[in-house]
């Protein structure tokens, strides 16, 4: 338990979510970033080429999720 405070526990718990959300914004089912992009795209992408697109950035944020919750002392690095 690296928490001293409640204060930091929620900053943790926003931060997860926040990470949590954005992960969930580019991944299938619902990856609604990615069908925002599909609108802007040119008609010769498809939305198979996006969601293939998508794997690094997913696996980076899955990444530092697991770090997060491994270490939470990571996200108070750049507030103290």
């Known amino acids: 338990?690296?928490?001293?405070?409640?204060?930091?526990?929620?900053?943790?718990?926003?931060?997860?979510?926040a990470l949590n959300l954005q992960t969930s914004f580019l991944s299938p089912p619902f990856?609604?970033?990615l069908f925002y992009l599909k609108g802007v795209?040119?008609?010769?992408i498809?939305?198979?080429?996006?969601?293939?697109?998508?794997i690094p950035f997913v696996l980076i944020q899955l990444v530092f999720?697991?770090?997060i919750i491994l270490?939470?002392?990571?996200?108070?690095?750049?507030?103290?």
Not at 41 to 44: F, I, M, W
Not at 71 to 80: A, L
């Open 65 to 67: 999720l697991i770090v």
């Open 1 to 17: 338990d690296g928490f001293t405070s409640s204060n930091q526990l929620l900053i943790w718990v926003g931060v997860l979510l």
């Open 46 to 54: 498809t939305t198979g080429h996006l969601y293939r697109g998508i």
């Open 41 to 44: 795209a040119p008609p010769e």
């Open 31 to 33: 990856g609604f970033s």
């Open 71 to 80: 270490f939470p002392e990571v996200v108070f690095v750049f507030i103290d």
